[in-house]
């Protein structure tokens, strides 16, 4: 079970004017307790490449305004036009023992992202008889090379609501670290940044491991200085590139073994000869 946080009586509004030194330390200190105590990676938050901070996410700001008791309401307005649903939500952020106002987030979502501009066609049929400024294929980098996603357009009034949650959940996200000042804490969360953008930073870290990953157990094998101890790090080379399915970086090390398998045999030779 999560642990229960006590929390300071003062911090998030307070009604003397500024905060002292004091509360403020207070204030960051019963943060970053939630954020231990309670918060789980990958769930409330979790990093994203490319950046120095851990985005927050819905779940880990409803968290924060539990803990501070920070009530929330809502002001939207409908930028819609006739073929593009827009919502630019405000969250405003009230201290429910007081019905003080803390602060406010604004967010904003449109089904003209890219995310919601398209989805993939449900079938051969469907691309096709869809009209061609209507359709598009999608080409996505991955592993190794590149793939491609048949696309059609989405009727903007199908994911109307959906862009709605998503402005409304951005607001939220930047009300609660606008009003509980963990902003140096948390960044933004992962949905504001560019879907593309995203992809990309997580797809050139995973190239960055895979290559860090090779070169590392291909040195280990090119270090070993006997055969035993070759066989070892053969064996545990082989469970690496396994489990992080490289089959390129399995074959390359497979080849880093063997020539130093045929170094040591030639040393082994050569020793044996000039005794």
Same mark, same amino acid.
């Given at each position: 079970?999560? &642990? ?8 998030? !509004? *307070?009604? *003397? ?33 490319? *950046? ?32 593009? !649903? ?33 989805? @993939? ?16 294929? @999608?080409?996505?980098?991955?592993? +190794? ?12 009034? $199908? ?11 951005? &607001?939220?996200? !930047? ?8 902003? $140096? ?39 070993? @200085?006997?055969? $035993? ?5 053969? @064996? ?9 399915? $490289? ?18 045999? *030639?040393?082994?030779?050569?020793? +044996?000869?000039? &005794?």
């Amino acid at each position: 079970m999560n &642990a229960v946080v006590e929390l300071p009586q003062r911090g998030i !509004a *307070t009604d *003397t004017g500024r905060m002292n030194v004091q509360e403020v330390i207070r204030h960051v200190h019963a943060v970053q307790e939630v954020m231990q105590a309670v918060m789980k990676d990958g769930l409330h938050y979790g990093a994203v490449p490319g *950046t120095d901070k851990p985005m927050l996410y819905k779940q880990g700001a409803e968290k924060l305004c539990l803990a501070f008791k920070i009530g929330d309401e809502y002001r939207i307005e409908d930028l819609s036009t006739s073929d593009v !649903a827009r919502y630019r939500v405000t969250c405003v952020g009230i201290h429910q023992p007081t019905g003080t106002v803390l602060g406010q987030g604004v967010g904003e979502c449109s089904s003209a992202e890219e995310k919601y501009r398209w989805r @993939k066609a449900v079938c051969k049929e469907e691309f096709e008889i869809t009209p061609a400024n209507l359709r598009r294929v @999608k080409f996505g980098r991955k592993a +190794g090379g590149h793939y491609t996603v048949e696309q059609v357009r989405t009727d903007s009034a $199908d994911v109307a609501n959906t862009v709605l949650k998503m402005a409304a959940k951005r &607001a939220k996200v !930047a009300m609660t670290l606008n009003v509980t000042a963990a902003g $140096d804490m948390f960044g933004q969360d992962l949905e504001d940044l560019d879907a593309l953008l995203a992809q990309h930073l997580t797809e050139d870290e995973r190239d960055t491991q895979i290559q860090s990953q090779r070169a590392e157990w291909a040195a280990k094998a090119q270090a070993a @200085k006997t055969s $035993d101890e070759l066989t070892k790090v053969m @064996k545990e080379g082989v469970k690496v590139f396994q489990q992080a399915r $490289d089959r390129d970086g399995y074959q390359q090390f497979a080849a880093a073994v063997q020539q130093r398998g045929a170094a040591l045999k *030639t040393q082994t030779k050569e020793a +044996g000869n000039g &005794a």
